[in-house]
């Protein structure tokens, strides 16, 4: 039994929680939580999509002919400091030997080539450092521009002749080149951390004011942050409530899967999902900006074909339950239990309505280059159902050989580009957390202050948050994945 004493209830009280989501999830801890049961991954033209150009064209033509009448937000989470991007920096300036890395002198030969240089230059040139010195300059950058703990939002990403941008200001552009909407504006979401918060409305409120004028837009811009409420609780070893050295109880963020509810609180006809550091400059923006907009092509015509079958089955026919059952297995890519067949005409009828009625995604997905990740596979449900499903590789069991077998054979890798519809037939919002699966999410292994513990993060924001929404995977370019993780990254040629 897990008891919890009066001063453990007051502080999940304080905390927004309720004293049985506590006890859910330390009992997640002691039961764990069930593997993805993975049928095999989705491939080419088994679940992933591939446009030929002339399709490509034709869905980018769907999209702008509509886009004036539609409501569109681009969502973007930016939570959280970038000081993992300097890892290997702040372990040289820790180490009193001085010894050099491989990925710190890559750094150091290349630092004129970063579109941070000038501001670093200056900044030691005025403090009196020099820049010869390795120490002095990495010293310059985490803690006299306070790279190492700024948001990647805030650092300049890529140098242009005048000037350099930030990947906020990148989203900005990406924004109004295909996410502008009814009366030309373009509306941005950005969740980020409370600490941050101040400093994005202040670097937003300068973007708004250079972009607006160059592409003849109005920005609408807003921030939430992470939810109290979602955080989860930690556990010793022993799955017992984590104390804290001041003997209060030690709750974390629960990943990005928390985000649901942030996403949640958006509605508009089209939402399109992309993260914070995945931004190009613009001399190669163009293959990006196709694909968004024939991303959002694809749901348009997806989504006009689920409403119109909607709207039929309320007078169902054989001929239309067999008409939509197809397109739910073959478009849709949701192959229906054995059961199915025995149900009677209503039955069948209501099934599709269930399947068609809700969410839908459309995932854009790169081929596979070894990155970490989760990526697209086929995957059985309870009821027997088989449906597309993004999973990371910690959802798959490792005594599993046919699910390790199918990561090994996975094709492509999910670069977190997304375009959601998530109004219903009528043009009501949805309510996103009635279609998420609670049983997905990850149990992961920390420490505090020197003692081990277990944390537990909710199903991820395009895995278990998204698990059942109609998924639709679309082959995108690779070029259109751009992610900087480490500080070296920004010297591939793509950020150049």
């Known amino acids: 039994m897990i008891n919890l004493n009066t001063d453990d209830q007051k502080q999940i009280a304080s905390w927004g929680l309720t004293e049985a989501q506590v006890k859910k999830q330390i009992q997640n801890f002691i039961d764990g939580f069930p593997f993805l049961s993975v049928v095999r991954p989705a491939t080419p033209d088994d679940g992933v999509l591939i446009l030929a150009d002339d399709k490509v064209k034709q ?30 920096l702040f372990e040289f300036l820790e180490n009193e030997e001085g010894e050099i890395s491989k990925s710190v002198e890559q750094f150091l ?42 948001p990647k939002g805030a650092l300049q990403f890529h140098a242009y002749e005048q000037t350099s941008r930030t ?14 909407g009814k009366s030309d504006i373009v509306k941005l979401h950005f969740t980020v951390s409370p600490e941050f918060q101040k400093l994005f409305e202040e670097h937003s409120q300068a973007a708004q004011q250079t972009f607006e004028d160059q592409f003849k837009v109005t920005f609408e811009v807003g921030f939430s942050q992470q939810k109290k409420s979602t955080d989860t609780i930690a556990v010793t070893t022993d799955n017992k409530p984590f104390v804290d050295d001041d003997g209060s109880l030690l709750f974390r963020p629960a990943g990005h899967g928390a985000l649901i509810e942030n996403l949640n609180e958006i509605d508009a006809d089209i939402i399109f999902i992309k993260n914070i550091d995945n931004v190009v400059p613009d001399r190669i923006k163009e293959t990006t900006v196709l694909y968004k907009k024939a991303l959002a092509g694809v ?63 459309v995932c854009g997905m790169v081929k596979n280059t070894g990155e970490p990740g989760g990526g697209p596979f086929w995957v059985q449900n309870s009821d027997g159902s088989t449906a597309l499903q993004i999973a990371e590789s910690v959802q798959l069991d490792p005594k599993d050989t046919n699910a390790q077998k199918a990561m090994k054979q996975a094709t492509h890798f999910n670069p977190v580009d997304l375009v959601c519809g998530v109004r ?54 690779l070029i259109t994945f751009n992610p ?13």
Not at 123 to 137: F, I, M, Q
Not at 484 to 496: F, Y
């Open 59 to 88: 869905y980018v033509s769907l999209y702008e002919n509509k886009i004036k009448a539609l409501e569109i937000v681009k969502f973007v989470p930016a939570s959280g400091a970038a000081s993992r991007m300097f890892k290997d």
């Open 109 to 150: 030969i290349n630092i004129k080539d970063f579109a941070f240089y000038e501001a670093l230059k200056n900044h030691l040139t005025e403090n009196g450092k020099s820049l010869s010195d390795a120490k002095e300059v990495i010293d310059g950058l985490l803690n006299g521009l306070d790279y190492g703990q700024l």
């Open 167 to 180: 990947p906020l200001e990148e989203h900005f552009v990406e924004g109004a080149l295909y996410a502008k």
């Open 299 to 361: 749901l348009v015509d997806f989504q006009s074909k689920v409403f119109d079958y909607i709207s039929q089955l309320s007078n169902p026919t054989n001929e239309l339950v067999e008409e939509v059952t197809r397109f739910l297995e073959k478009d849709l890519n949701y192959k229906l239990p054995s059961t199915f067949t025995a149900l009677s005409l209503s039955e069948k009828a209501n099934t599709l309505l269930q399947k068609l009625n809700r969410p839908i995604r």
């Open 424 to 477: 219903d037939h009528t043009g009501k919002k949805f309510d996103l957390l009635k279609f998420t699966d609670p049983s997905t999410g990850f149990i992961t292994n920390k420490s505090k202050s020197g003692r081990e513990l277990k944390a537990q993060e909710l199903p991820g924001l395009w895995n278990g948050a998204m698990a059942d929404w109609i998924t639709i995977f679309v082959d995108v370019p």
């Open 484 to 496: 900087v993780k480490t500080v070296n990254d920004l010297l591939r040629p793509e950020h150049q």
